[in-house]
């Protein structure tokens, strides 16, 4: 009996004029497709492809096109349209890693807002990454890009970076640096001051200070504690400064200082284009911008 999928295989190339082509379609190997079209000629006794610099159907080919691409379509349809109505009466699982800290700030409060099942992965972007390309997980929201193949990464939120501390902090002498542009002084205060980090190599600070001083900052932190939100807490009984995202502080928080040159960072949602349908997509850029 003839294998239905020697069929699928001579319309793909049939119709891409490319046994590439064909195999991106299908999701086989090229050496697969070029099995499946001898197999098939051999079944019907016929050339069906000239095999030159570029494919070609031969008269016979094209003939033997215009009798199976109709039912292989209408068959294809009803395939669809079962897988369809399958989906539509199940909630699909989706597995998602992302960062604690913007889980924790922004989608937590939208976890029932969407119709699917997550089952949550909590990482650094690298870790999590490594996760999707092997096929661990379905989407991860990355703080910086990477270079997967099939990853497509999906701008879905600008983060801005600001200097944060307890309310009760006087500023008044670095507010009034600010004001006059003294940035030297305004430097010095902000040195003089303990302060809490993310990670021993500084990278958020570090950011920070090259960005709005055009240097590294000469900074041995009080405390390295790696879960920012743990730091928003501690700050809250300290007068320790920090460097952060703006939608993590809360009431019990002040912005210290924004920077005269604003600090940006893109969050993007990642997936792998041959796993992820176009519906998975547009409901999770929802849930994560």
């Not at 292989?72 to 009803?78: F, I, R």
């Not at 902000?190 to 021993?200: G, I, K, M």
């Not at 920012?228 to 501690?234: A, D, E, R």
């Not at 703006?246 to 019990?252: A, G, H, K, V």
Request: with cysteine.
């Amino acid at each position: 009996m003839v294998n239905l999928e020697w069929y699928r295989t001579f319309k793909a190339v049939y119709q891409t004029g490319s046994l590439t082509a064909a195999s991106k379609i299908l999701f086989i190997s090229q050496p697969n497709v070029s099995q499946h079209l001898s197999l098939l000629e051999a079944h019907v006794g016929k050339l069906l492809f000239e095999r030159k610099p570029k494919i070609v159907p031969t008269d016979y080919g094209k003939l033997f096109y215009t009798q199976v691409v109709e039912p292989l379509e209408k068959l294809e349809k009803v395939e669809s349209g079962f897988s369809a109505a399958v989906l539509k009466k199940q909630t699909p699982i989706i597995r998602l890693g992302v960062v604690q800290e913007y889980f924790e700030a922004v989608l937590s409060e939208r976890i029932t807002s969407i119709d699917a099942s997550l089952v949550l992965s909590f990482g650094h972007t690298k870790e999590l990454l490594g996760k999707l390309h092997r096929g661990a997980l379905d989407f991860v929201v990355a703080t910086k890009l990477a270079d997967y193949r099939h990853l497509i990464f999906e701008p879905v939120r600008q983060e801005n970076f600001i200097i944060a501390g307890n309310k009760t902090i006087d500023t008044t002498a670095f507010d009034n640096c600010i004001k006059k542009e003294d940035w030297e002084t305004a430097e010095a205060w902000l040195l003089s001051q303990p302060w809490f980090a993310y990670t021993t190599d500084l990278a958020i600070i570090r950011r920070f200070w090259k960005k709005n001083f055009f240097k590294r900052p000469v900074i041995k932190p009080y405390c390295v504690i790696p879960d920012m939100n743990l730091i928003l807490k501690s700050l809250k009984h300290s007068k320790a400064l920090t460097v952060a995202a703006n939608y993590l502080l809360n009431d019990d928080l002040k912005i210290i200082w924004r920077g005269r040159a604003a600090v940006e960072n893109t969050l993007y949602l990642v997936y792998d284009e041959t796993r992820m349908t176009a519906g998975q997509v547009g409901m999770m850029k929802q849930f994560c911008k």
